[in-house]
């Protein structure tokens, strides 16, 4: 052995970190790019508990993978772990990609916002990013949600939680462009906006229903939700039966991905019909 080291390793490794994370997609999303571009590298699921994060991230540096994704419920406890971490991912509070850097540096972003703002645009071509949004939940994912639209553009989010003071702490956060409503002057709030986002598990499968009246959106809103099972959720069908543009949830996940597959892999990837059908499997029926 001639003792040199070769970083990173010529055969690509990345995962994705979460518990449990039987459920991911992610690992057939990234399988199916390294296929198509023909990269010598893998995608692998890691089963992390909570109280592993940190020892996690330090393995996945001293086995010299690339990088790897981080979701629930890790994103949160995983900012603590990281050397260097990006604006972005420091005003939405959690990260979801990390990347193992040349000096071996773990480096922390979050493309929730990207995935997000991509797919809108993807899925709509007369949404305005100027109009009044209104979002439904103020968790991690709506707090991602909210910077994507302030950062193109947005200057009245008007969220609804039903815990009214999640809302409220969002609106501290992350300024005047926010606006706190209660649960149940939802539909009101809806009044001359230009894009509904469910940022809830409401509505998904296994889930509770999400009670919605989009009739006081005006004719041209979006609607769009970020839950994909199922794809079309009975928000988006009812929605589509108003006649509203609508977008699903599953190219948030697909856009958000990218950023990451390119950093790791060394391809800016594709999200196309293709991607779709092989990460939803028969759900794309």
């Given at each position: 052995m001639s003792g040199a080291i070769h970083w990173p390793p010529s055969t690509a490794v990345a995962g994705v970190m979460g518990w449990p994370i039987?459920?991911?997609r992610s690992p057939r999303l990234h399988g199916h790019w390294l296929n198509r571009y023909g990269i010598a590298g893998s995608y692998v699921p890691l089963a992390v508990s909570p109280d592993c994060v940190e020892a996690a991230l330090e393995g996945i540096r001293a086995l010299g993978f690339r990088g790897c994704n981080i979701t629930v419920p890790h994103k949160e406890a995983a900012l603590k772990v990281l050397d260097v971490l990006d604006p972005v991912a420091e005003r939405i509070g959690a990260v979801n990609t990390v990347v193992v850097g040349p000096d071996r540096r773990l480096e922390g972003t979050n493309t929730d916002a990207f995935?997000?703002?991509?797919?809108?645009?993807?899925?709509?071509?007369?949404?305005?990013p100027s109009r009044p949004a209104v979002l439904l939940g103020a968790g991690g994912a709506a707090r991602a949600v909210a910077v994507a639209l302030m950062d193109?553009?947005?200057?009245?989010?008007?969220?609804?939680?039903?815990?009214?003071?999640?809302?409220?702490?969002?609106?501290?956060?992350?300024?005047?462009?926010?606006?706190?409503?209660?649960?149940?002057?939802?539909?009101?709030?809806?009044?001359?906006a230009g894009l509904l986002v469910n940022c809830t598990t409401l509505g998904?499968?296994?889930?509770?229903?999400?009670?919605?009246?989009v009739s006081r959106l005006p004719d041209d809103a979006v609607v769009t939700d970020i839950v994909y099972t199922p794809?079309?959720?009975?928000?988006?069908?009812?929605?589509?039966?108003?006649?509203?543009?609508?977008?699903?949830?599953?190219?948030?996940l697909l856009h958000q991905a990218r950023p990451g597959f390119r950093a790791w892999f060394g391809v800016d990837p594709v999200v196309d019909g293709d991607l779709r059908a092989a990460v939803l499997g028969d759900e794309a029926r």
């Open positions: 039987s459920h991911s995935g997000f703002l991509e797919n809108l645009r993807a899925g709509c071509d007369h949404w305005i193109a553009g947005c200057r009245d989010i008007r969220i609804a939680n039903r815990a009214r003071a999640r809302a409220d702490a969002l609106e501290v956060a992350l300024g005047p462009a926010i606006t706190a409503v209660d649960w149940d002057d939802r539909v009101g709030a809806t009044e001359g998904m499968a296994g889930h509770h229903a999400l009670e919605m009246d794809l079309i959720t009975p928000l988006l069908a009812d929605a589509a039966v108003r006649g509203l543009a609508i977008v699903d949830g599953i190219g948030m």
